[in-house]
């Protein structure tokens, strides 16, 4: 692999080409929001930075949607799903991992299901149940049909599978109660996985576009995702490309920040997610 | 994935019952139901409960100014008479097997290329990883300008090679493709990861006895790679799969189905027919027949995937 050989040096050459038109619409992203509005014109598509950037399509797009209660509401969603979650994954993953009781792999399977009836699937008949119990237009709606995980307690399971017996068989010699075993000893354990779903599921959310779109009809309780949506169609017909771009960015900014601070961090997540 | 779970459940922890008082065996059980109470409650809320109420739905005729309603297979033959369904189903396969086999080829050519630890790989991983970050409403309020005929990204630079004005979105016969050319810019990234957390556990001597061997690079990836990296393959499949069928976001923010249902995929269609159209009846025997067929794929990718790692290994 180290010697510089013809075939290597082509592999590398056309990784990088590949990576270079990968990175094309988001470095579109970052030009175009910070151009100049009259600047441009059929230019608009260059990749080219030869202008004196200015702050005009950020400050349109905060003008035209109200982004403090975007951000605040798509916060709430991905606090709100996150905290339910991890209590209720927490507790399922540690029962399968370490608790033998009848029928467990049967209701574990009936658990896997949900990795495969997805929520989006089921929007229809949710949509009833969520407007059935008064949640229709609140952000409790939108968050409701994730409370429950299955990848999440897959993830807990495989987790506290990770940590010795030891650790539980000392804290029990010490005179320690289940619980106190299961939030002295195995939650600090298995903060790795809880930070690994953390991430995903913030993601996951903080993206999420169909569901709330359905849930929310009042303007007070969308999500950023909504809000973009909105804009752009507004944006569009206008042809402001800089505003568009500017609000994409704006949109994105958080979790590209979040990922670029603790990029090791994320990716670990995710690859925590998929394969132990 | 499945699969990985069944052949775990009972090898990884041997029984540990023998001789364990009944007692101590029943309160293992109360705690464990406990444990599981709070799961269980917002699983059956929000996936038993709504399977058993969009079967119901879906042979629940009713019609408008009627109060009675009465049950039938209606629903499912207005459905089946719908050549927007017909559309639907056939573009959902296209965009399927479309955004699958180049979103999965080129993360595992990336992960393979980029699997050494230097700087400039991880930069290139970096790149490559960011759109997965980003909402697919996002990724489609881009696409909208990559997309634009004659001044948008893709044409202005095409244009450079002397290519002309597209109508990448406009054209029906275009459209699905350049969606999908959209999931798969997005895609990629994410399985990669998966693809690099593979190829860490395979063994480096591996490689090392292969060389020995007189093995080539194409000898090497095609005997250990690829065979060792079979359940993540299989893994990444099932999740390709779910994205393809729960992921429309793209569809509502750039075409609407269109133009004439060229771009309409089984949910933005099920979506229609229950938030537009207000045709539940509709809508749930779409989202039965979507249902029964997300689980008949899965199990049979499953069944086949297995096969082949076992047979591989």
């Known amino acids: 692999m180290r010697r510089a050989n013809p075939a290597a040096l082509l592999a590398v050459a056309a990784l990088s080409a590949v990576v270079l038109v990968w990175s094309t619409p988001l470095l579109w992203m970052v030009i175009a929001s910070f151009r100049p509005q009259n600047f441009g014109g059929l230019d608009m598509a260059s990749l080219w930075p030869d202008f004196t950037p200015t702050l005009a399509n950020f400050a349109e797009a905060l003008e035209s949607a109200d982004f403090p209660l975007l951000y605040l509401n798509t916060l709430i969603v991905c606090a709100g799903t996150l905290a339910v979650q991890l209590a209720t994954v927490t507790l399922a993953g540690y029962a399968f991992a370490r608790l033998r009781f009848p029928g467990k792999e049967l209701v574990f399977y009936a658990f896997l299901l949900q990795l495969m009836l997805v929520p989006p699937i089921l929007i229809v008949p949710n949509l009833v149940t969520i407007v059935r119990l008064g949640l229709y237009d609140s952000l409790v709606g939108v968050m409701a049909p994730y409370f429950a995980s299955a990848f999440g307690v897959f993830l807990m399971r495989q987790t506290f599978r990770t940590i010795p017996k030891d650790f539980e068989e000392a804290a029990i010699v010490d005179g320690a109660t289940w619980w106190q075993l299961v939030w002295r000893v195995l939650v600090p354990l298995a903060r790795p996985g809880m930070i690994a779903f953390g991430i995903v599921s913030v993601v996951s959310h903080w993206n999420e576009f169909l569901w709330p779109l359905m849930v929310i009809s009042s303007p007070d309780n969308q999500t950023l995702t909504i809000g973009l949506a909105s804009f752009t169609m507004g944006a569009e017909s206008a042809s402001q490309w800089g505003v568009i771009a500017a609000g994409t960015f704006l949109v994105a900014a958080p979790l590209l920040t979040a990922f670029a601070l603790f990029q090791r961090q994320f990716v670990n997540s995710f690859l925590f997610s998929g394969v132990k | ?313």
């Open chain 2, 1 to 313: 994935m499945v699969a990985e779970v069944d052949s775990s459940i009972d090898t990884v922890f041997p029984s540990r019952s023998v001789g364990r008082p009944a007692s101590r065996k029943r309160s293992e059980a109360g705690r464990a139901a406990l444990l599981l109470l709070p799961s269980v409650v917002f699983l059956a809320a929000f996936t038993y409960w709504p399977i058993g109420q969009v079967l119901l739905q879906s042979i629940t005729i009713e019609v408008f100014g009627v109060e009675a309603t009465t049950f039938g297979i209606g629903n499912f033959e207005r459905l089946l008479a719908d050549p927007s369904f017909g559309r639907a189903l056939v573009n959902n396969l296209i965009y399927a097997v479309g955004t699958i086999l180049p979103s999965v080829a080129i993360a595992l050519a990336l992960a393979v290329g980029l699997q050494d630890a230097t700087r400039f790989n991880a930069t290139l991983r970096t790149i490559v990883f960011f759109p997965v970050l980003l909402p697919l409403v996002a990724a489609a309020a881009l696409f909208l300008f990559v997309f634009l005929p004659g001044i948008g990204l893709l044409d202005y630079h095409l244009a450079k090679l002397g290519a002309g004005n597209t109508s990448w979105l406009g054209n029906p016969d275009l459209a699905l493709w350049s969606l999908i050319g959209l999931t798969v810019w997005k895609n990629a990234g994410y399985y990669m990861l998966f693809f690099l957390a593979g190829l860490q556990a395979i063994p480096l001597d591996l490689y090392e006895a292969a060389r020995i061997e007189g093995a080539g690079s194409w000898a090497r990836f095609r005997r250990i790679t690829l065979p060792l990296l079979g359940p993540t393959m299989a893994f990444v499949l099932v999740i390709a799969f779910v994205n393809v069928i729960t992921q429309v976001d793209h569809v509502v923010v750039l075409t609407k189905g269109g133009p004439s249902d060229s771009t309409n995929l089984l949910l933005f269609y099920i979506y229609q027919q229950a938030h537009e159209n207000y045709d539940y009846g509709k809508a749930a025997a779409a989202t039965v027949l979507s249902v029964a067929g997300l689980l008949a794929l899965s199990f049979l990718s499953l069944r086949t995937l297995e096969r082949g790692i076992h047979y591989e290994a």
